[in-house]
């Protein structure tokens, strides 16, 4: 039986950026030490968790094809973020990544480099993840900070939630973007928007 899911981002979704103040650069983590989960992350996975929803994630980390990481790197990563969540008591039943970027850059893996399915806002991770884990795409939602997870989870045929704070109208990443639909339901923190997706009239 086709089960509801719960599909999410990675890098300012369940953990955050990486700042370093010296270089003046922000960069997404690229080891187990650096990963550091955002608030209410915790909590709103175990909510949609125990509401029933399976939970997975999908991700883009195109630092092999650009040349700034190895993709091991960001497979122990990736392994290491799993991990945590299981050790706090949230079981991450798949997590899909997209290894590939269209330009790549200097030093980048080349047979990463190019167009794909799977880099979002394509819906290649999305539509994997549903068919592998057999998910009712028209219950499932995917989750995540930036138009492309709401333009991904719409091609999947997913409803979609968005993180950010809807107090700060000037920061919101749909701003000028008015070929993204808009998500279903908007929150600043994931255990925030987990209440306002169970509290969703369509189940």
């Known amino acids: 039986m086709a089960r509801r899911g719960i599909v999410l981002d990675r890098d300012g979704t369940l953990i955050d950026v990486?700042?370093?103040p010296e270089l003046g650069v922000v960069v997404t983590a690229f080891h187990p030490d650096q990963i550091?989960?955002?608030p209410g992350v915790i909590e709103g996975l175990r909510r949609l968790a125990d509401a029933g929803f399976l939970l997975a994630i999908a991700t883009n980390q195109p630092g092999a094809a650009k040349g700034q990481v190895p993709w091991a790197a960001i497979e122990r990563t990736n392994r290491a973020l799993v991990d945590r969540l299981r050790e706090a008591g949230v079981a991450i039943a798949a997590l899909a990544a997209c290894p590939h970027h269209?330009?790549?850059?200097?030093?980048?893996?080349?047979?990463?480099?190019?167009?794909?399915?799977?880099?979002k806002p394509k819906p290649g991770l999305l539509t994997s993840l549903a068919r592998d884990l057999d998910l009712d795409?028209?219950?499932?939602?995917m989750i995540g900070d930036a138009p492309s997870d709401v333009?991904?989870?719409?091609?999947?045929g997913m409803r979609a939630g968005l993180l950010l704070d809807g107090r700060?109208?000037?920061?919101?990443?749909?701003?000028?973007e008015a070929e993204v639909p808009c998500p279903d339901r908007v929150a600043p923190r994931l255990d925030l928007l987990a209440t306002e997706i169970l509290a969703d009239p369509r189940g």
């Open 36 to 38: 550091r989960l955002l």
């Open 168 to 176: 700060r109208c000037e920061l919101c990443p749909l701003r000028g």
């Open 137 to 141: 795409v028209a219950a499932s939602w």
């Open 151 to 156: 333009a991904a989870a719409r091609a999947a």
């Open 102 to 119: 269209p330009e790549g850059g200097p030093g980048g893996d080349p047979s990463l480099i190019g167009p794909c399915d799977c880099r």
């Open 18 to 20: 990486v700042r370093d």
